[in-house]
């Protein structure tokens, strides 16, 4: 009995330790990151726990830092002005395991207010990176903090991209619905802007 | 234990809070064996003895923690292991301490005692000085009438400063080499544990803030961290530059224990705005009894006024002002609420304290403006 406790509790502890290893090293954040980067990285995370439907964090409050998704899903909410000026919550997306929010905050000006809210769908499990944390790894280990930064900067650029490209096409579609319109309400648009 | 389960052996906090109980009951025993040729004295009072040892240890090695931290994270950017960058630095720190041992500690012991038996000296000559002033004030002021400072001043170093008589010295400096030996074994020991799992204590400890705080918290800690580890750097490095340039002055006037006094002159140096003069005052009496020259009062205030126009016009400029951002009026403001409060002690703790109030504070208000919206 006494040995089942000591190998169980040495062994659950270990496997605990992996499966946080494991999930960063398989997540696209840090792919292609060393074991030891990632073991670094591993000290300086943290693992939060979120019932069903409890806030992550609410639109326009000062934000820390981003969240990995390990277990769980969460919704990404935005308020936005109704007729009438009230204003309403709506879902801009859902994000499951694996997914990453909020990696904005690490690269702006400390305590940015975030632009959307972040709630749990059901209990799950995030693993919060803040920038106090990276600043600390950026002292400690710059190699490491160059790294990070970098690929914070490609998910970035790479959904600027996306939302450029969007922003193109909806600009193209704009031009095209206003060519079909008669002469006299075209002018009427103009002035709207 | 069931109603607290993040101190449970299984978690990183329970874990980090078992190992200070086992550090602390360590320091206990270790304590206590060290009282141990006065078994006969009280459990309860080494007990306090030992609490307060390891209090002012924790304290101390809080300092020490500010002041080596950013060399082990220096090291650590070299890809060195922390423990590693620790022992390093330990290694390093006794090599200067072994230095330190055969040069300069050998020149402070001598000036101790040398001080130690000269003490009379000066007091008798300090009465009779006084005495003199007196009789000039009571010539030219009959109306005054008795004022007794000499005998009145007299009675209060023998009982406050001497602590009555000779071997009383005696008994109070091997005590004070005693708490010194003490600090010395103990504060680097908790430094090294601090230093080394410092920031696992610090993940664990933030782990139990519920959610909603969470984010608030972390960055309340990283400020304050910022803050108070600025704060302590920079105030050493006052006390170490004007402890530097009283020792040059003080050595070139040829006043004798130079060593001794500029090491109260740094120290006295954290008190802010009075230290400067209380520091002084040691050097003043020594420099006037042993030459009589009352020009040298003018030579060893200015030595101690550059002291303090170096500490105004370049660190605090350059280093102070960037961490606290205070208004001058608000600091002594701040300084004496925290003489009234705590004594000499609230007086040094009176500008953290504020800061990191205010850090918080304004940290807590932003957190909850932006929970309301």
Known sequence: MTTDIFWGNIFKIKSKKDLLYYFLKSNPMFNGFSSRDIKNIEKIVHLRKFKKDEIIFKEYEPGTGMYVIKTGSIRITKHRKKEGGVSEEEVITNLKRNDFFGELTLVEKTRSPRTASAYANNECELVGFFKPDLLEVIERNPKLGVKIILRIAEIIGSRLRITTASLTEKKEEIKRLRSLLPQDEKADLSNIG | ?373
């Open chain 2, 1 to 373: 234990m069931k109603s607290l389960p993040f101190l449970t052996q299984n978690t990183s906090l329970g874990k980090s809070f078992m190992t200070l109980i086992r550090i602390i009951t360590v320091l206990l025993i270790v304590m206590i064996l060290m009282s141990g040729g006065t078994v006969v004295v009280s459990l309860a009072k080494i007990t306090y003895q030992a609490i307060e040892s390891i209090f002012v240890s924790l304290l101390l090695a809080i300092v020490l923690v500010y002041i080596l931290n950013p060399i082990v994270i220096f090291l650590e950017s070299f890809n060195l292991p922390r423990t590693l960058s620790i022992i390093i630095i330990y290694l390093l720190i006794a090599a200067s301490f072994g230095a330190l041992f055969g040069t300069i500690i050998p020149t402070i012991e001598r000036e101790i005692s040398s001080l130690q038996q000269e003490l009379p000296r000066y007091q008798d000559k300090i009465i009779q000085s006084i005495n003199g002033v007196e009789t000039w004030i009571r010539n030219k002021t009959p109306q005054v009438g008795n004022l007794n400072l000499s005998a009145n001043l007299s009675f209060y170093i023998k009982k406050e400063l001497l602590g009555g008589s000779k071997s009383d010295i005696l008994i109070s400096s091997s005590k004070i080499i005693g708490s010194f030996i003490t600090l010395l074994v103990m504060a680097p020991f908790i430094t090294f544990f601090f230093l080394k799992d410092g920031p696992a204590m610090k993940k664990a400890l933030i782990g139990t803030v519920p959610n909603r705080y969470f984010e608030m918290s972390l960055n309340l800690i990283y400020k304050i961290n910022i803050q108070l580890g600025g704060f302590v750097r920079a105030r050493l490095l006052e006390a170490l530059c004007v402890g530097l340039t009283c020792f040059i002055g003080l050595t070139l006037l040829g006043v004798k224990y130079t060593a001794v006094l500029a090491i109260i002159a740094g120290l006295t140096n954290l008190i802010p705005y009075i230290g400067p003069v209380i520091g002084a005052i040691p050097a003043l009496i020594i420099a006037f009894v042993d030459t009589g020259n009352p020009a040298m009062l003018l030579w060893v205030s200015m030595v101690y006024g550059i002291a303090q126009l170096i500490d105004m016009l370049v660190i605090i400029p350059a280093v102070f002002a960037k961490i606290v951002n205070m208004h001058p009026l608000a600091v002594v403001i701040v300084i004496i609420v925290g003489g009234q409060l705590g004594g000499v002690i609230g007086m040094i703790l009176a500008v953290p304290v504020y800061s990191i109030t205010r850090v918080t504070v304004k940290e807590i208000h932003t957190g909850l403006t932006s929970l309301r919206t």
